[in-house]
């Protein structure tokens, strides 16, 4: 079993920065960790992903040159640097860990909410 616990949601203007934290626990041999988010009405959508071993990072479009997945081994925790918010990345956060960059079999943390307002 693996867990996960997200932490550094909160309300901001548009513009501003948050920085999410995703702290790992349990048996930890997962290669890959996620962030996903999930909008009112809508479904969840994969935002970024970050290889454990060599952190090689995949973004989604949406996240491309304003957000930074990054890890601290020692930690076992894995951050979302977000910049430049937008009142639509407002949505409830969530940190996956797998081992296949498909997430197929994830283990997930219980979210954190992220409010951008204009």
């Known amino acids: 079993q693996v867990q996960l616990v997200e932490s550094g949601g909160g309300l901001v203007q548009a513009g501003s920065s948050l920085r999410l934290s995703c702290a790992a626990s349990?048996?930890?041999?997962?290669?890959?960790m996620g962030w996903f988010r999930q909008a009112p009405g809508k479904e969840r959508e994969f935002v970024a992903r970050i290889y454990w071993n060599t952190g090689s990072t995949i973004y989604a479009n949406s996240a491309k040159g304003r957000f930074t997945i990054s890890r601290d081994n020692a930690k076992n925790t894995v951050y979302l640097q977000m910049n430049s918010l937008k009142p639509e990345d407002t949505a409830v956060y969530y940190c996956?860990?797998?081992?296949?960059?498909?997430?197929?079999?994830?283990?997930w943390g219980q979210g954190t909410q992220v409010t951008v307002s204009s």
């Open positions: 996956a860990a797998d081992r296949t960059a498909q997430f197929t079999g994830a283990y």
């Open positions: 349990g048996r930890t041999f997962s290669s890959f």
